[in-house]
């Protein structure tokens, strides 16, 4: 299981926190999604078939796009 934690900037509400909730646990391989409306942090866990590049993009589609990577394990 890979897992990171990054900001997510465009996080303002509790709406912001449950749409990155649900869209990113809708993806085959998360196992793992916790988000924070005031810190407007994001870690993710999964494994395959999922992978970072497919999580990034759900983020980019839904327009809540990471800024930067804090971890990486």
Same mark, same amino acid.
């Given at each position: 299981?890979? *897992? &990171? *934690?990054? &900001?997510?900037?465009? !996080? +303002? =509400?509790? +709406? =912001?926190? +449950?749409? !990155?909730?649900?869209?990113? @646990?809708?993806?085959?391989?998360?196992?793992?999604?916790?988000?924070?409306?005031? @810190?407007?942090?994001? *870690?993710?866990? #999964? @494994?395959?078939?999922?992978? #970072?590049?497919?999580?990034?993009?759900? $983020?980019?589609? !839904?327009?809540?796009?990471?800024?930067?990577? !804090?971890? $990486?394990?």
């Amino acid at each position: 299981m890979e *897992t &990171k *934690t990054f &900001k997510v900037p465009a !996080i +303002h =509400c509790g +709406h =912001c926190v +449950h749409t !990155i909730k649900m869209e990113l @646990s809708d993806l085959a391989g998360v196992e793992r999604v916790e988000a924070d409306q005031n @810190s407007q942090m994001v *870690t993710v866990a #999964w @494994s395959a078939p999922a992978d #970072w590049e497919k999580i990034r993009a759900t $983020l980019v589609e !839904i327009n809540y796009p990471p800024e930067g990577l !804090i971890t $990486l394990n």
